[in-house]
């Protein structure tokens, strides 16, 4: 096996085109949630639900997780931002944009993909997301 690998490319980055963004609302007494559906852009074949959390958080271990299946082509993924830069996306997302924003989630660890950016997994795998970065046009 480690042969075939050896065309391989591997990767720390996931670049997401967004296609809608909602606000979720889950119970009474909770903040919301923005969920970010987006179609890949560095990866082939796939999509991704990006679930964004306001409040502080621990940097240690990362900022949240991308979680990829084996045979799936949506990938989950959480993360918790500061409120003032939850607030500030959602005044950025809530505009008629000219084209879509896009999101790039930084890796802890790399991805092991093909020439044709295919996600190379044996198993269901989770990654630890160090950091996000938003592109979002404005004309």
Known sequence: MASER??????NIVQVS???AEIAIIGHNTKPDLVVNGTLKNLARGNMNLTIRAGEH?????????EIEEHRPVMQANAAVALHQFDHLLLLLRGSLPRPASVILALQEKILISPEGVILLEER?????SDLSWSIPIL
């Open 6 to 11: 050896q065309d391989f490319d591997s990767s």
């Open 58 to 66: 621990a940097h240690v271990g990362g900022i949240g997780t991308l």
């Open 18 to 20: 967004v296609q809608s």
């Open 125 to 129: 795998r989770k990654f630890n997301i």
